[in-house]
């Protein structure tokens, strides 16, 4: 990775030449058009994405808190994260350098700590694995770059001395240290007029200042500093961690919505006091929450769905699809319906390509002549398409579109007197099913695998029963195999004794 880092220091140049943007504190970097908007909550606006290499950008999300299993409020996170990445990478054609933060030492993981009498960096690391394995079935690409706080301890107090040495962070009696927020005029900047959300102390200067390091209490894990023994605030430990990866400046920075204040705020406003630049992270990118029955999903209020629980009831492909039919941005609610309606829509998709396999292999003359209207139709929603991914993303259009194509397709292929020539349908069936595999659809029902496969060593197992009793005459285990093909027949997989190896297919 560190081969990688020559490449980020080219956007030195890039952080100087921020210039207004409107009247509002979003600064536009000068750099390359790429043709795509996103929402930025600075500006409070879309905002044209314009990166110094216009084939190259950066991008850091924080990851989680790892002290409990993660739930589908991170799952709806992590995939609708990861559909955006895949836009960039697939449809503009950007090279992204991803990296994640994990936070591996903090308050809840030192308290699942003490209560289970294990040590904090077992906890941690359980919980970690236990993550990256729940993102793998969501089918989320895994970070190139994953950095650790217990990793970065070092790197961490380095970052706050040079706060401190500047002024513009003040150590209190207990061994903690304070952003003095009075110094840094765009406090703010991603959220106005709100408490930091830190407790109120006395030895603050001003109430929004925020702890960039904790003097240690007993029990706790600590690090000794200048300052005496302690360990990071949270917000300091993105802010440093994305500085060793990418250097003084970053293209994207992604989270949750609850991320935005105070921990963004925070880490913009000491990045940006420690690098002496004006703006740290030019695009962030915030996911909306998943809402369960009006409340948002959250441990605290002990309303969560395990990842793995919901993986038993519905495929990741039937999650993503949900995303992708959502607004990223905005909240979005779980329930039996809306999964049902995903996989409907996810459904559609998957008879049309059966339906095309049917239609190409049915016994009909065709000319050579293409149905220009289907091809019309096609060239329509390719642009459609691309024009609403390039304003934020916006997927649930996306997927509409594809609908209404399969529609116009569905008419030509069930209509009768038509013998077209069938390359504007399978034109138009690779390019849905190109679209869908881009937003990270497998079109793997894992269920449908395990069974198939459960389906075939039981067919094996009663052909062998049936070639012995066939030799031995034994009546009784023949009917017992024959009673074994009619009920696998009302279970909808239909066997075939005919030929030498049985072979089956599910039937409808
Ligand atoms: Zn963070």
Known sequence: ?????PIFKRNLTHVCRLKPYKDTKWLMPNGNPVGVYVYNCVAQEKVPIILNDPKIATWYSCGPTVYDSAHIGHASCYVKLDIIQRILKSFFDIKLVTAMGITDIDDKIIKKSNDTQTDFRTVAKKFEHEFWVDMAALNVEKPMIITRVSEHIENIKSFVEGLVNTEMAYAADDGSVYFDTSKYSSYGKLQKMQDSGEPSCDSKKNKMDFALWKGS?????SWKTVWGEGRPGWHIECSAMVSKVFGSQLDFHAGGIDLQFPHHENEEAQSCAYHNTTQWANYWIHIGHLILKDTKMSKSLQNTIPIPS???????????????????RYSMEY???MMKSAEDVFNKFKFFFKDVEVYINSNVERTAEYNDNLLNDLHVVEEKNLDALRQDFNTSSCVNSLLNLIGNANKVMKSESSNFSPVPILLIADYIYNTLTKFGLKFQDSKENISSSLIDVL???????RLNAIESKNKDLLKACDLVRDKMKTA?????DSKKTPSWVYVK
């Open 492 to 496: 909808k997989v239909q066997i075939n």
């Open 1 to 5: 990775m560190r081969k990688l880092f």
């Open 310 to 328: 919901l993986l038993e009831t519905y495929n990741a492909d039937t999650f993503r699809m949900a995303c992708l039919m959502s607004k990223y």
């Open 335 to 337: 329930n039996d319906e």
């Open 217 to 221: 209490k007993p029990g706790e894990p």
């Open 459 to 465: 067919v094996d197992f009663r052909h062998t029963v």
